[in-house]
Nanobody, 123 residues
Framework: QVQLVESGGGLVQAGGSLRLSCAAS????????MGWFRQAPGKEREFVAA????????YYGDSVKGRFTISRDNAKNTVTLQMNSLKPEDTAVYYC????????????????WGQGTQVTVSS
């Protein structure tokens, strides 16, 4: 089992950048596929990005491709989401997720979740 804690959210102007981090507890972190989702008010939770346990495979939602980059450091039990060229429509609560395998873009299939961190992009 793994426990997840996000950090790095905040307020940024459109066109700016933010880096989100997710710290994981548990010795099996390196075996988990990790992901990021986001949820805006009144909307369903949306897939943002995921990374395989090795870091070799990465997956991105269409709305963030080319702007966001997911990475991980298994030695530090962390996964990072670098967000560039932010847009007001990126405003949401961002959640770190984990599972023993890549579960795709449907959030209900992922088993482990952090509490979320707010990202607000002003126009």
């Amino acid at each position: 089992q793994v426990q997840l804690v996000e950090s790095g959210g905040g307020l940024v102007q459109a066109g700016g950048s933010l880096r989100l981090s997710c710290a994981a507890s548990g010795r099996t972190f390196s075996r988990y596929t990790m992901g990021w989702f986001r949820q805006a008010p009144g909307k369903e939770r949306e897939f943002v990005a995921a990374i395989s346990w090795s870091g070799i495979s990465t997956y991105y939602g269409d709305s963030v491709k080319g702007r966001f980059t997911i990475s991980r450091d298994n030695a530090k039990n962390t996964v990072t989401l670098q967000m560039n060229s932010l847009k007001p429509e990126d405003t949401a609560v961002y959640y770190c997720a984990g599972d023993v395998a890549y579960r795709g873009s449907y959030y209900r299939l992922w088993n482990y979740w952090g509490q979320g961190t707010q990202v607000t992009v002003s126009s």
